[in-house]
């Protein structure tokens, strides 16, 4: 089980935690500009690194903030834990 | 020798013979000591064979002396304590208590006369993979022969009833976690206590001491045992210190996270027992030092499983720490110098040691010496190549590694020592990688990868005063590295050490013949060294599938003594090096964890917590039939006495058209929305417009997922101008939520509103029917209900029965229907103001079945039922509430091609040929049911009710095509197909003239 560090709360289990996957994906702004294959890609495609990986957290049973957080996904370590700007 | 216990020794050992300790064994009575484990004692009482093989029904016997036991295992029982049954309990771990009665688990109908002990006649026949291979035909064969297979292979009974104990979890947090309570933990628990750290140290014992239990050995010149009780008292002083004995860590996670099984009572006599069976400790720790000791490995021999066969460590275990005999005449058979202290052991405690059958040539080292001053006879360069003795050993066969030179001798007890085993187990599951080392002839921990280190035997240091040195090392660093003070070098006692655990490195399978058919590896399983030989010639190259196919390693005590002796094998049949082919996976948990404990106090009432509406109690008194929807208790129908489900729904139904329906909404989601942005956040979660909504108008509205789907629904209203109520779906509420902060925050943070969920602050009355508004206004004063200033869709605020009010002016039933909120707290005494005016307005309540009822005559949805995350707003035709106007959250998927697909399966409503004929919910739907299989499927229903209002039965389903189809067959559970006309899911007052009266 997981160490995460909230912004807001501090150190806590990964149970009180929601994983939101995938950080800094922005939803297109006019997305009826896309075309099919464009917007699938923002669906649908998502890294997945061997090494570190930026990722969403929601401290869900806690304060309910998302938070961004760069972790390895090989040795579970947290690098970093970042606020969403 | 006391004559109960013919195999007591006189002296010794760290039993209690002041306490003698009852107990029975397959109904027989013996009698035991406190401090004796169940294989002790019946060691001491000369029971030898106290089980039969899994495969091969060979009888067998004690091997080890802890939780490596493969044999010994025993379904355990506690005289005039019902119910609590340990099924499949290794008899080296069990304490002894008074009362306590065993059963060996294999051994179907008996010990003595094994219904299948012929089986082991069948040879080759039962080899690898064997049951994969055999009883695969005839199919339909497949159950008896799996009812006899598993009679005969024994397992444990499971208890019949509920599980009478209690079981409990517990968070702790410390700086230092030390694993084993042996000398390196014990060195490392002082050390890191000594520099303030906090320290939890976990010891699988009842006694600290590790493998010193087992041993006689010297620290400092005295004997080690005086070192040992230095350090408990120590630990004791230690404020910041918290020492579990009996507590085994079995899991090592992310981050430092352990978890370890304490077993709090299972030692104690039943009247004695308070408190929890058992413990679950959740340890979250800064630093870890891993001293779990080693594990002895057999040697693999023919005919090395009969019983009194051990490991040495185990019969110097026995006579050390139990003052057992575990027999009269010991031959030792080693690889290495470890067996050669427990033959030293066996001469002092008076067993006559026939022999030390040493495969190296010039065995022994220093304690060569010594055993020829005891005066045992040495075989160097030998080995045993075979066993004698139908139910127990009489006699070995000893011969040059040539072969040549064969000699009988005889004995009854075999102490046998392949080397030993670091345990890994914690290492590997913390991610490290686990590599050989050649010299040692062992795996050793690899790189760490958490913030763990190894100290003693489990890193592979063996000699008892490097032990000691490692782990005052191991927990002076970890305490500094948790940000305490160094306490500097600790002096370490000196030892007695001589010789060395290094083996022969050589792995091999002793026998008189060339192919050895019971050679065996892995004993609870029976997989002999022959079916590792047959894996490879079938082509098996991974350690791991050869373990799935041999079943090496499968068993409760998952291979702890076998694996090692398996995997080197498994190499030399490959012709690679056991660096090479590597060890399989270490799963937690290290030793089984009972179901008990894995759930804690998470059971029964206190499994889930259950929610329940203010008026919950009222439903009770009134007979309510209950059902759970996600953690809520709702009333799912009000049955008169003796009325069944179908007529009491029927009952309700009708009433709730034609006087007025009573009903509790309390359960949807409530959730409340403030800020300036809050209509241009509703913009883009809905798919429908919010800017042009009016203060205290409502607005049903749909929420799609970003792919399009429908993902929930339900009414929000304008309550100000800042401010919206918005209502969820009673399942839906909690995800509905994290779904609006998640966009707000990651996505748009410029936006200025804020949620806030209020479903346990409101209670909900839903009142329907045709003479709802009658009652409203004979408790609502204030508010003008007339039809044209309170119109369908509006809210307003009051007063209501003399307390707060929002009253919601819409319907789910079609009918003229109104919700009224009032505060939580005040829920049930509006409640009661209403139900005092049964007979005034003919008054009924109604649960979820005839609500699910009212809405399916409407044609509305639930979402869940007729949507399953991959139907769009267009499958249930309600491409009206997809705004053309603006973007909203899923609006560019439902343009995808596959969205398109005209085929795609819409929302439709069934009216079966037979009215009378109500479908089965999920009954498959198609268009041509005597045709060619596989018959395609072009549908399914999602809902079906009988209709009181109608007359008839009705359905709602998702068909391909939807209303192009006019006519498709519901395929039965009985066989049957029913033709069913395709219809609009409307079946009531399609104009919806009813709910705006
Ligand atoms: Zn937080």
Redesign the pocket.
Known sequence: MLLIE?????P?DESEFSYGGEAHIVRPPEPDRLTDEEWADYLFMRKNPRGRHLEQWC?AH????WFNAERDTVTSEIVRIYRVE | MSISQPFRLVGGGRIDRRRRVDFRFNGLRFEGYRGDTLASALLANGVRTVGRSIKYHRPRGFVGSGAEEPNGIFTVRHTGVEGSTIPHAPGTVVELVEGLEAHAVNGWPSLRFDFAGGLQWLGGMLSAGFYYKTFMWPRAAWHWYEWAIRRMAGNGRAPDGPDPDRYDKRNAFCDVLVVGGGPAGLAASLAAARAGARVILADDQPELGGSLLGARRQLGGKPAFAWVANCAAALADEPEVTVLSRTTAFGFYDHGFVAALERCTDHLPPPRRRGPRERVWRIRARRVVLAAGATERPLVFENNDRPGIMLAGAAAAYVNRYGVAPGRRAVVFTNNDSAWRAALDLVEAKIEVAAIVDVRPEPGGALAARAEAAGIPVLAGHAVVDTQGRNALRRVRAARLDGSGARNLDCDLLAVSGGWNPNLHLHAQSGGRPRFDETRGCFLPGPPVQAETGAGACRGTFRLDACVREGAQAGREAALAAGFRDVGVISAPSTDEEGTTDPDPAWAVHSRRPRPRRAFVDFQNDATAADLALAVREGFESIEHIKRYTLLGFGTDQGKTGNVNGMALAAGALGRSPAQVGTTTFRPPYTPVTFGAAAGLATGELHDPLRVTPMHEWHEAQGAVFEPVGQWLRPWYFPKPGEEMRAAVARECLAAREGVGLFDASTLGKIDLQGPDAAVFLDRIYTNDWSSLAIGRCRYGLMLGEDGMVMDDGVTARLGEHHYLMTTTTGGAAHVLGWLERWRQTEWPELRVRFTSVTDQWATIGVAGPRSRDLVASLCEEIDLGPESFRFMEFREGVFAGVPCRIFRISFTGELSFEINVPADYGRYAWDRIVERTEEFSITPYGTETMHVLRAEKGFIVVGQETDGSVTPVDLGMEWILSKKKDFIGRRSLARSDCRRPDRRRLVGLAAADPNEVLPEGAQLVDEPFTFLPVPMVGYVTSSYWSPNLGRSIALALVAGGRDRSRVFAALEDGRFVPVDVVSPVFLDPRGERQRG
């Open positions: 909230c912004p807001w709360c501090g806590r401290h806690g304060c309910r903030q």
